[in-house]
T-cell receptor, first 111, second 117 residues
Framework: KQEVTQIPAALSVPEGENLVLNCSFT??????LQWFRQDPGKGLTSLLL?????REQTSGRLNASLDKSSGRSTLYIAASQPGDSATYLC??????????FGPGTRLSVLP | GAVVSQHPSWVICKSGTSVKIECRSL??????MFWYRQFPKQSLMLMAT?????????EQGVEKDKFLINHASLTLSTLTVTSAHPEDSSFYIC?????????????FGPGTRLTVL
């Protein structure tokens, strides 16, 4: 069964810094992996979806990578802004299975 | 893009009452809908999977008699929390899957915050 972990649990950075959030998964037969953003008390906003055949996806200041052999995915945020403050969740999914979510990384970008 | 709505967005109820939460796919038909629960500062945990016209499949540890799921159509699934207690207070999120096999995509609703007094 797929298990997903994320480190760090919380991260605080000054505005303008580039940062990396890490996600690890146990089953390399992962079908796809998705990164979400969740603001306090709100639902999920999908950021990037990486299929198993892909190595990375980019959207604006965000870049997500997927390395199945090492069981890792990273979310890179360039030039961070206070508006990026949120909890970032990664979720992995095997074929025919449902998403398994990581515990999330709470990001605070200080002005 | 595809939109999934939930109603209500928040609800407060007294202990012992039942609460119904609706999940709708607004512009697509969902082959499968999922219900998740999220406790404060924790991640999402899958509660159950429902397919239109059939009984829901519950995850281990989730009481099916307490969390009643009805998937009446390809665009609507409801979760009823029966005889709610304070420990049921949580954030409930549904998602809807469209497509099958290699082209399926899952869309998430905005969540419903349940507070049981």
């Amino acid at each position: 069964k797929q298990e997903v972990t994320q480190i760090p649990a919380a991260l605080s950075v000054p505005e303008g810094e580039n940062l990396v959030l890490n996600c690890s998964f146990t089953d390399s037969a992962i079908y796809n992996l998705q990164w979400f953003r969740q603001d306090p008390g709100k639902g999920l906003t999908s950021l990037l979806l990486i299929q198993s055949s892909q190595r990375e996806q980019t959207s604006g200041r965000l870049n997500a990578s997927l390395d199945k052999s090492s069981g890792r995915s990273t979310l890179y945020i360039a030039a961070s802004q206070p508006g990026d403050s949120a909890t970032y969740l990664c979720a992995g999914r095997n074929y025919g299975q449902n998403f398994v979510f990581g515990p999330g990384t709470r990001l605070s970008v200080l002005p | 893009g595809a939109v999934v709505s939930q109603h209500p967005s928040w609800v407060i109820c007294k202990s012992g009452t039942s609460v119904k939460i609706e999940c709708r796919s607004l512009d697509f038909q969902a082959t499968t809908m999922f219900w998740y629960r999220q406790f404060p500062k924790q991640s999402l945990m899958l509660m159950a999977t429902s397919n239109e016209g059939s009984k829901a499949t519950y995850e281990q540890g989730v009481e099916k008699d307490k969390f009643l799921i009805n998937h009446a159509s390809l665009t609507l699934s409801t979760l009823t929390v029966t005889s709610a207690h304070p420990e049921d207070s949580s954030f409930y999120i549904c998602s809807a899957r469209v497509g099958r096999g290699g082209t399926d995509t899952q869309y998430f609703g905005p969540g419903t915050r349940l507070t049981v007094l």
